[in-house]
């Protein structure tokens, strides 16, 4: 050894990547590039159907991969919303630790956003997952339609709600 | 009812040694082709063996005819060569391979979309509001007490009432349309629309579900009168258009309940359950501190 300080091992990465193929939340085309990215990095990965149907089986794996991170894997999830993620390990009896877990939300981030979480541990990418979107409108229609609502009289038919 | 088994097959595309790796696209065609159909993709670099779990049936790998024998935890895997066949036969292979093992395979007639409500354990206040609404035992409580999904596939696809319910926008639906359901960060405007929910209730007159009895009692009565069941479903679809356009209720899931009867049986049933939950939080609250307290 010489005088300078060991430096500490490279911490191992598992990516696992979630299809979501049972329903069209994640933009087509954004989960077709990720999966090309991953398929073109030359690395192994892991690919899910759905990873909701995973964790309603309560799959054993969930926990292998819980266990794992907790244990210093890096696990990187491109899936969904990092709440979401969390509670469906949460549901499958393999909760997630704070650390060692880097969610990449394919639902707001572009491919190349998440590409750069995956396999460059971007951690900007994986902050950005968890940011609400960004769409203030959409929150001053759902604030205006609650006061409307709370402003009608009992009874009014709900078609002729805004 | 669903029964899901364990895992979903899982299939090992392996590139390690003593195979040639998959040309790039040739790959992302494959692990997507595999996925879409339903599933489980592992992109091994290493030992097969390493990576094939129990539910690994088949590895393949352009392994140019020395096709190497694995063994997963529970059975022999079977192994192909896919030196030289195109994608289509590689999936036809794997196809094959897979014989009679159930897969919950995407866009077929019989398969299941993975569609339940998903707790943020960290809003969950453990009220049990929830497991008290569902009428379907979608809810459970675990050996702590504590709220659990304990049976995701009686979940009524499509539904997200009782995320309407929940007093924390605590419950998820991650393949939901919108925030927060969907898993969104909650914001204040969210917890706000809380409000809403209580406002529908005064629009429709009250309890969601003392309100959906009373229209589909008018419905049999009127069913009993007519002995005419278009003319009653007709009646009972009218007047439930309201409930559904308020709480965001699938017609069909609102079509689908059980007589007013048997709602009345299992919101009882539901809410006996809750409140022994609550009492079984209480009891190990007060329990909890004595026990651990040196004194005791
Ligand atoms: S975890 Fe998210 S991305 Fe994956 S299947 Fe569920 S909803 Fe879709
Ligand atoms: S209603 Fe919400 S806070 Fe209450 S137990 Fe259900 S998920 Fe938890």
């Given at each position: 050894?010489?005088?300078?300080?060991?430096?500490p091992?490279?911490?191992?990465?598992?990516?696992?990547y979630?299809?979501?193929?049972?329903?069209?939340v994640v933009?087509a085309?954004?989960?077709?590039?990720v999966?090309?990215?991953?398929?073109?990095?030359?690395?192994?990965f892991?690919?899910?159907a759905?990873l909701?149907?995973m964790?309603a089986r309560?799959d054993?794996h969930l926990?292998?991969?819980?266990?794992?991170?907790?244990?210093?894997?890096?696990?990187?999830?491109?899936?969904?919303?990092?709440?979401?993620?969390r509670?469906?390990f949460?549901?499958?009896?393999?909760?997630?630790?704070?650390?060692?877990?880097?969610?990449?939300?394919?639902?707001?981030?572009?491919a190349?956003r998440?590409?750069?979480?995956?396999?460059?541990?971007?951690?900007s990418a994986?902050a950005?997952?968890?940011?609400?979107?960004d769409?203030a409108t959409?929150e001053?229609?759902?604030?205006?339609?609650?006061a409307?609502?709370?402003?009608?009289p009992?009874?009014?038919?709900?078609?002729e709600?805004? | 009812m669903?029964t899901?088994a364990?895992?979903?097959?899982r299939?090992?595309?392996?590139?390690?040694s003593?195979a040639e790796?998959?040309a790039?696209a040739?790959?992302?065609?494959?692990?997507?082709?595999?996925?879409?159909?339903?599933?489980?993709v592992?992109l091994?670099?290493?030992?097969a063996?390493?990576?094939?779990d129990?539910?690994?049936?088949?590895v393949v790998?352009?392994?140019a005819?020395q096709?190497?024998?694995?063994?997963?935890?529970?059975?022999?895997?079977a192994v192909?060569?896919?030196?030289?066949r195109?994608?289509?036969?590689?999936?036809?292979?794997?196809?094959?391979a897979?014989?009679n093992r159930p897969?919950?395979?995407?866009?077929t007639?019989?398969s299941?979309?993975?569609w339940f409500?998903?707790?943020?354990?960290?809003?969950?206040?453990?009220?049990?509001?929830?497991?008290?609404?569902?009428?379907?035992d979608?809810?459970?409580v675990?050996?702590?007490?504590r709220?659990?999904?304990e049976?995701?596939?009686?979940?009524k696809?499509?539904c997200?009432?009782c995320?309407?319910?929940?007093?924390e926008?605590?419950?998820m639906?991650p393949k939901?349309?919108?925030?927060?359901i969907?898993?969104?960060?909650?914001?204040q405007?969210?917890v706000?629309?809380?409000?809403?929910?209580?406002?529908?209730s005064?629009l429709?007159?009250g309890?969601?579900y003392?309100?959906?009895?009373e229209?589909?009692?008018?419905?049999k009565?009127?069913?009993?009168?007519?002995?005419?069941?278009?003319?009653?479903?007709a009646?009972?679809?009218r007047?439930l258009?309201k409930?559904?356009?308020?709480?965001?209720i699938?017609?069909e899931?609102?079509d689908?309940?059980?007589s007013?009867e048997e709602?009345?049986?299992?919101?009882a049933?539901?809410?006996?359950?809750?409140?022994?939950?609550?009492?079984?939080?209480a009891?190990?609250?007060a329990?909890?501190?004595?026990?651990?307290?040196p004194?005791?």
């Amino acid at each position: 050894m010489t005088g300078s300080e060991a430096q500490p091992p490279e911490p191992t990465v598992r990516m696992l990547y979630c299809r979501c193929a049972f329903a069209q939340v994640v933009p087509a085309d954004v989960k077709s590039a990720v999966l090309d990215g991953l398929a073109a990095a030359g690395r192994g990965f892991e690919g899910v159907a759905d990873l909701c149907d995973m964790a309603a089986r309560r799959d054993p794996h969930l926990a292998d991969l819980a266990r794992l991170a907790k244990e210093g894997t890096t696990l990187r999830i491109a899936a969904c919303w990092p709440r979401a993620v969390r509670g469906l390990f949460h549901l499958a009896d393999s909760p997630l630790g704070e650390t060692g877990v880097e969610i990449l939300n394919m639902r707001t981030l572009p491919a190349e956003r998440v590409l750069a979480g995956m396999l460059d541990g971007d951690t900007s990418a994986v902050a950005e997952s968890a940011a609400a979107r960004d769409d203030a409108t959409a929150e001053q229609a759902a604030a205006s339609r609650i006061a409307t609502l709370g402003k009608l009289p009992p009874n009014t038919p709900l078609g002729e709600t805004p | 009812m669903t029964t899901l088994a364990p895992r979903q097959p899982r299939v090992v595309l392996y590139e390690g040694s003593g195979a040639e790796p998959f040309a790039g696209a040739e790959r992302a065609e494959l692990v997507a082709a595999f996925l879409d159909r339903g599933y489980s993709v592992t992109l091994a670099h290493e030992g097969a063996a390493a990576a094939a779990d129990e539910a690994t049936f088949v590895v393949v790998g352009r392994f140019a005819g020395q096709a190497p024998l694995v063994t997963a935890a529970e059975a022999t895997v079977a192994v192909h060569d896919c030196s030289g066949r195109t994608p289509a036969e590689v999936i036809g292979l794997v196809d094959g391979a897979r014989g009679n093992r159930p897969l919950n395979a995407p866009g077929t007639g019989d398969s299941w979309k993975p569609w339940f409500p998903v707790i943020d354990p960290v809003r969950c206040t453990n009220c049990m509001q929830c497991l008290s609404f569902c009428l379907f035992d979608v809810y459970g409580v675990d050996a702590d007490h504590r709220l659990r999904v304990e049976n995701p596939s009686n979940c009524k696809v499509n539904c997200p009432a009782c995320s309407r319910v929940c007093p924390e926008v605590a419950i998820m639906f991650p393949k939901y349309h919108a925030g927060p359901i969907d898993g969104a960060p909650v914001s204040q405007t969210d917890v706000g629309r809380e409000k809403m929910k209580v406002d529908i209730s005064a629009l429709l007159g009250g309890d969601i579900y003392a309100r959906l009895k009373e229209r589909s009692a008018e419905a049999k009565n009127r069913f009993s009168r007519e002995r005419s069941a278009d003319q009653a479903l007709a009646e009972r679809r009218r007047c439930l258009t309201k409930l559904a356009d308020a709480a965001a209720i699938p017609r069909e899931v609102l079509d689908a309940l059980p007589s007013p009867e048997e709602i009345l049986r299992k919101s009882a049933e539901a809410a006996k359950r809750a409140a022994a939950a609550l009492a079984g939080q209480a009891a190990a609250e007060a329990i909890g501190p004595a026990a651990s307290s040196p004194s005791a």
